[in-house]
């Protein structure tokens, strides 16, 4: 966390608008009452482990069950449901091949250029098994790490099941990702095998992948056996014979069956990279069942899952919504999940719309910047397409702005669905704050209230809950089953960065999530941003000191610091002060060359939109950079508080952006 920036969070917000829900819904719900919400809280109060230990039993199957529901011994290394085996896959695939799910609808994918393809469960279980044959063919068993760099396309799901399946764990890098930050999550996961596809559609192009897939790993990462590539384009690709195999020829003359592997509870499923607060991103790690029940119970709870719900998330799977709520929590409960290659587009800018009305998406899940972006290009687009299908609109990735807000639930849900604006983090693996959609009266810009059995409070250093009203940090009070179980490789960062910014006196563990908020008289959650070195860039996690890091290894760059600027559209842009090496001079071209290695680091989602040169940042006397005046600047504040640890004043009239 930043040293210099105050905890105090000021929320502008004044929102007094209130939607209840609709009573229709409610009648049919799951959870359809405050009363009903407050008795399932009280339940996980008086006995989380019978509560939890409960619904795991109901709602995942078990090839042994567990013994125990939380052992918290060694805080803050939760163990949950041990002595129990299971498998995500089985729980996703074969527990519905019984009934008549085997031949509904598990996935709809449709591709950008219009191509649509559809799988029951029992053709994707099918599918699956053909896939984790093939892993178990290329030599990939339990325990060995799989990375997928994949576009949009069904063969990224099963992929993911299939490793699932057979207890290989995955590590997907978002294909928007370069070569370099690829290779950087290879190493630092000794992965086995990389998944990956030529290329996939994006924005009416073709967008080759392979190539980076090649790069990183002629740079070296040893640890890479085997690259198994989905033609998806049909772009020419190099092939390295030996190494490179086409899915087509490996997988589809697999066999058909194959049994899931009994993982043990706390088995890892998945790594996920993500940015926090130093130069390197961190391997989140889930396991097997806490992060199955998670994803499964979020998921039913949050849209209120019914038989013939059609589901469609827009997230991608390479971030942790496309994981939970494209893939496992759907499947996990037996509905229907439509996966979206592409994206609104200037030629297509109903794509979206267009989809929902072909589709008869009746749950529409999406994040606050696509909100914002169509709300700009007006309601004509929208209104163009017949909605009615919709019933539940949910939100995630960033705090949404109550104007955002009501565009979505007036002209996207025709005033009838209700909104769930969903709180979490790839961290916390499903959703800890939002509303329930047939109980939770919702106010816009606030994600109202945790999910049953979450503890999740505001609270100041010491860990005490600050007064109403008043801004405090984010923070989770009990171990819940979907809590990211360590930092790959480096259990001590996972303490460090999670586990003791807050220090109750009585020496409790609480999560501290990096995130600002305040509650207010109803005791609703007011989501306010990072509070640490992470910027949300259009719902997208970046560490400034990632994209430092970035900017100073350029020949030309001495130092960099990166801070967020409020943007309409994107949540938060992107701003770099940078200072060079002597006799070089900052110019356009060398801005613009800037930008560019930015992108070949990281992605191009990391580049920043502003860079600008000067000859000294601010700093402490110490030589600490003061972020705080940085924040101010960029956003195009005067500086205010306190200055005198400033070591030289002068620097302040130079920055001004
Ligand atoms: C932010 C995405 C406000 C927050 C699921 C969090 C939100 C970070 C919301 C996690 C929301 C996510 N309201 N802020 N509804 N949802 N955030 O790991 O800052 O990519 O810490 O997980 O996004 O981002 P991540």
Same mark, same amino acid.
């Given at each position: 966390?930043?040293? &210099? @920036? @105050?905890?105090?969070?000021? @929320? =502008? %917000?004044?929102?007094?608008r209130q939607f209840d829900p609709p009573p229709e819904l409610a009648a049919a719900a799951r959870i359809g009452s405050m009363a009903a919400y407050d008795a399932l809280m009280a339940q996980a109060q008086a006995d989380p482990d019978g509560f939890w230990g409960e619904a795991a039993r109901r709602e995942l199957d078990w090839f042994e069950p567990f013994d125990t529901v939380l052992d918290w011994s060694n805080p803050p290394f939760a163990r949950w449901f041990e002595g129990g085996t299971t498998n995500l896959s089985y729980n996703c695939l074969d527990r519905h091949l019984e009934g008549p799910r085997a031949d509904k609808t598990a996935l709809i994918w449709e591709g950008e250029p219009g191509d649509v393809r559809r799988f029951t469960y029992r053709e994707l279980h099918a599918e699956v098994c053909r896939a984790a044959n093939a892993l178990k063919a290329l030599g990939v068993g339990k325990g060995d790490l799989v990375a997928l760099y994949m576009p949009m396309v069904p063969e990224a799901a099963i992929a993911m099941l299939a490793c699932a399946r057979i207890g290989a764990p995955h590590s997907v890098v978002f294909g928007g990702f370069s #070569?370099? +930050? %690829? !290779?950087?999550? %290879?190493?630092?996961g000794q992965v086995? %095998? =990389?998944?990956? +596809?030529?290329?996939?559609? !994006?924005? &009416?192009? +073709?967008?080759?992948?392979?190539? +980076? =897939?090649?790069?990183a790993l002629s740079e070296g990462c040893p640890s890479v056996e085997h690259v198994l590539v989905v033609r998806r384009t049909g772009e020419a690709?190099?092939?390295? #014979?030996? !190494?490179?195999l086409w899915w087509h020829e490996l997988v589809d003359g697999q066999s058909a069956d194959c049994p899931a592997v009994p993982m043990a509870s706390e088995d890892r499923l998945f790594v996920l990279y993500t940015s926090g607060s130093t130069g390197k991103p961190k391997g989140v790690v889930h396991t097997t069942a806490g992060y199955n029940l998670w994803a499964h119970l979020t998921f039913q709870w949050i849209f209120d899952i019914r038989e013939d719900d059609i589901h469609w998330c827009t997230a991608d799977v390479g971030w942790i919504t496309g994981h939970s709520y494209i893939v496992y929590g759907p499947l996990s409960n037996g509905a229907t999940t439509l996966m979206y290659e592409g994206a609104p587009r200037p030629a297509k800018p109903g794509a979206f719309w267009e989809v929902i009305e072909k589709h008869r998406v009746t749950i529409f899940y999406t994040a606050p910047t696509a909100i914002r972006a169509f709300m700009k290009s007006g309601r004509e687009v929208p209104d163009r397409y017949d909605m009615s299908s919709l019933r539940i609109l949910g939100t995630v990735g960033e705090p949404i702005n109550p104007e955002a807000w009501m565009w979505y639930r007036d002209v996207i849900g025709g005033d009838r669905c209700p909104v769930v604006d969903t709180w979490w983090q790839t961290e916390t693996g499903g959703v800890m704050i939002s509303p329930l959609p047939g109980a939770t009266p919702t106010k816009p810009g606030s994600a109202t209230l945790p999910l049953p059995g979450i503890v999740a409070d505001v609270v100041d250093l010491e860990g005490n809950s600050v007064p109403t009203g008043q801004g405090g940090y984010l923070a989770v009070r009990r171990p819940w089953p979907g809590m990211m179980r360590t930092v790959h490789g480096d259990p001590d960062r996972f303490r460090r960065s999670y586990w003791e910014h807050i220090r109750p006196a009585d020496g409790s563990y609480l999560y501290f999530a990096g995130d600002g908020a305040r509650r207010d008289a109803d005791g609703y959650f007011w989501v306010m941003g990072r509070v640490d070195d992470v910027i949300n860039v259009s719902g997208h996690r970046l560490g400034t000191m990632e994209i430092e890091s970035a900017l100073v290894s350029h020949p030309s760059v001495a130092e960099a610091a990166v801070v967020g600027r409020p &943007?309409?559209?994107?949540?938060?842009?992107i701003v770099a002060f940078v200072t060079l090496d002597v006799g070089v001079d900052g110019d356009a071209a060398l801005e613009a060359e800037l930008r560019r290695h930015v992108g070949l680091e990281i992605g191009p989602i990391a580049r920043p939109d502003i860079i600008r040169f000067t000859d000294s940042l601010p700093k402490t006397r110490s030589g600490k950079i003061m972020r705080r005046i940085l924040r101010s600047l960029a956003a195009g504040q005067e500086v205010s508080g306190d200055t005198s640890t400033l070591e030289d004043r002068s620097v302040l009239d130079q920055l001004r952006v």
């Amino acid at each position: 966390m930043t040293q &210099d @920036s @105050s905890p105090t969070i000021e @929320s =502008v %917000l004044q929102e007094q608008r209130q939607f209840d829900p609709p009573p229709e819904l409610a009648a049919a719900a799951r959870i359809g009452s405050m009363a009903a919400y407050d008795a399932l809280m009280a339940q996980a109060q008086a006995d989380p482990d019978g509560f939890w230990g409960e619904a795991a039993r109901r709602e995942l199957d078990w090839f042994e069950p567990f013994d125990t529901v939380l052992d918290w011994s060694n805080p803050p290394f939760a163990r949950w449901f041990e002595g129990g085996t299971t498998n995500l896959s089985y729980n996703c695939l074969d527990r519905h091949l019984e009934g008549p799910r085997a031949d509904k609808t598990a996935l709809i994918w449709e591709g950008e250029p219009g191509d649509v393809r559809r799988f029951t469960y029992r053709e994707l279980h099918a599918e699956v098994c053909r896939a984790a044959n093939a892993l178990k063919a290329l030599g990939v068993g339990k325990g060995d790490l799989v990375a997928l760099y994949m576009p949009m396309v069904p063969e990224a799901a099963i992929a993911m099941l299939a490793c699932a399946r057979i207890g290989a764990p995955h590590s997907v890098v978002f294909g928007g990702f370069s #070569a370099e +930050a %690829l !290779r950087d999550r %290879l190493n630092d996961g000794q992965v086995k %095998l =990389v998944i990956t +596809a030529d290329g996939g559609f !994006r924005k &009416d192009k +073709a967008v080759s992948l392979k190539p +980076a =897939v090649d790069q990183a790993l002629s740079e070296g990462c040893p640890s890479v056996e085997h690259v198994l590539v989905v033609r998806r384009t049909g772009e020419a690709t190099g092939f390295e #014979a030996g !190494r490179d195999l086409w899915w087509h020829e490996l997988v589809d003359g697999q066999s058909a069956d194959c049994p899931a592997v009994p993982m043990a509870s706390e088995d890892r499923l998945f790594v996920l990279y993500t940015s926090g607060s130093t130069g390197k991103p961190k391997g989140v790690v889930h396991t097997t069942a806490g992060y199955n029940l998670w994803a499964h119970l979020t998921f039913q709870w949050i849209f209120d899952i019914r038989e013939d719900d059609i589901h469609w998330c827009t997230a991608d799977v390479g971030w942790i919504t496309g994981h939970s709520y494209i893939v496992y929590g759907p499947l996990s409960n037996g509905a229907t999940t439509l996966m979206y290659e592409g994206a609104p587009r200037p030629a297509k800018p109903g794509a979206f719309w267009e989809v929902i009305e072909k589709h008869r998406v009746t749950i529409f899940y999406t994040a606050p910047t696509a909100i914002r972006a169509f709300m700009k290009s007006g309601r004509e687009v929208p209104d163009r397409y017949d909605m009615s299908s919709l019933r539940i609109l949910g939100t995630v990735g960033e705090p949404i702005n109550p104007e955002a807000w009501m565009w979505y639930r007036d002209v996207i849900g025709g005033d009838r669905c209700p909104v769930v604006d969903t709180w979490w983090q790839t961290e916390t693996g499903g959703v800890m704050i939002s509303p329930l959609p047939g109980a939770t009266p919702t106010k816009p810009g606030s994600a109202t209230l945790p999910l049953p059995g979450i503890v999740a409070d505001v609270v100041d250093l010491e860990g005490n809950s600050v007064p109403t009203g008043q801004g405090g940090y984010l923070a989770v009070r009990r171990p819940w089953p979907g809590m990211m179980r360590t930092v790959h490789g480096d259990p001590d960062r996972f303490r460090r960065s999670y586990w003791e910014h807050i220090r109750p006196a009585d020496g409790s563990y609480l999560y501290f999530a990096g995130d600002g908020a305040r509650r207010d008289a109803d005791g609703y959650f007011w989501v306010m941003g990072r509070v640490d070195d992470v910027i949300n860039v259009s719902g997208h996690r970046l560490g400034t000191m990632e994209i430092e890091s970035a900017l100073v290894s350029h020949p030309s760059v001495a130092e960099a610091a990166v801070v967020g600027r409020p &943007d309409d559209l994107k949540g938060e842009g992107i701003v770099a002060f940078v200072t060079l090496d002597v006799g070089v001079d900052g110019d356009a071209a060398l801005e613009a060359e800037l930008r560019r290695h930015v992108g070949l680091e990281i992605g191009p989602i990391a580049r920043p939109d502003i860079i600008r040169f000067t000859d000294s940042l601010p700093k402490t006397r110490s030589g600490k950079i003061m972020r705080r005046i940085l924040r101010s600047l960029a956003a195009g504040q005067e500086v205010s508080g306190d200055t005198s640890t400033l070591e030289d004043r002068s620097v302040l009239d130079q920055l001004r952006v």
